[in-house]
Nanobody, 121 residues
Framework: QVQLVESGGGSVQAGGSLRLSCAASGSIFRINSMGWYRQAPGKQRELVAAKTTGAIPNYADSVKGRFTISRDNAKNTVYLQMNSLKPEDTAVYYC???????????????WGQGTQVTVSS
């Protein structure tokens, strides 16, 4: 079993910044990828940013130039630095990890509980 613990969400004014963190723990052999998704009311959950081992980061067009994803592999942690926030960034943000389970060596996907980000104008 793997658990993802998120932190850093909150409320900010337009133009402000937030930094989200997500730490994975449990029966982990390795982590193949970690990323962030978001879901606004009435909309589909969408990829915000992801970092797969051995590949460059992937970003949604709407956040390119404003958000930066990074990983600390030693801590099994992924971060999302969000700058120049806009009201349309308001959503629940979810951490996701593709984890190779230690005893079975199977890849399993895990989701965090979600953290609310609210941007006011």
């Amino acid at each position: 079993q793997v658990q993802l613990v998120e932190s850093g969400g909150g409320s900010v004014q337009a133009g402000g910044s937030l930094r989200l963190s997500c730490a994975a723990s449990g029966s982990i052999f390795r982590i193949n990828s970690m990323g962030w998704y978001r879901q606004a009311p009435g909309k589909q959950r969408e990829l915000v940013a992801a970092k797969t081992t051995g590949a460059i980061p992937n970003y949604a067009d709407s956040v390119k130039g404003r958000f930066t994803i990074s990983r600390d592999n030693a801590k099994n942690t992924v971060y999302l630095q969000m700058n120049s926030l806009k009201p349309e960034d308001t959503a629940v943000y979810y951490c996701k990890a593709a984890v190779v389970d230690a005893p079975t060596r199977r890849e399993l996907h895990y989701w965090g509980q979600g953290t609310q980000v609210t941007v006011s104008s």
